[in-house]
């Protein structure tokens, strides 16, 4: 699958977004998939992941204030972001992969299928 992400965007500290990432060229069934995040001069991050059929896992940073959620009819994954704060300001990437074990899901190598990148921006 091809995969391509969209809804970044310029938000207000205490705002929201939601990211949307639609798959192409095949079903994202089957598929665990996961948002990541890189800031200028950084590394990228781990966000959130789902592995299939439904096992989410957040970085500490956003529990309580992302949800990650997936359309298997639509062939998308979503991201919630709400209580945006300046530290989440980065180049979001959607990724997937068919066969990522539970104690890999935060590193980005072991996501083979990636979508551009969307930019989020969060003003003080």
């Known amino acids: 699958v091809q995969l391509q992400a969209s809804g970044g965007g310029l938000v207000q500290a205490g705002g929201s977004l939601r990211l949307s990432c639609r798959a192409s060229?095949?079903?994202?069934?089957?598929?665990?998939t996961a948002w990541f995040r890189q800031a200028p001069g950084k590394e990228r991050e781990f966000v959130v992941s789902v592995r299939w059929p439904g096992s989410t896992s957040y970085a500490d940073s956003v529990k309580g204030r992302f949800t990650i959620s997936r359309d298997n009819a639509e062939n998308t994954v979503y991201l919630q972001m709400n209580s945006l704060k300046p530290e989440d300001t980065a180049v979001y990437y959607c990724?997937?992969?068919?066969?990522?074990?539970?104690?890999?899901?935060?590193?980005?190598?072991?996501?083979?299928?990636w979508g551009r990148g969307t930019q989020v921006t969060v003003s003080s």
């Open positions: 990724a997937a992969d068919r066969s990522v074990i539970s104690s890999s899901t935060r590193v980005p190598n072991a996501w083979g299928t």
């Open positions: 060229g095949g079903t994202i069934r089957g598929y665990s």
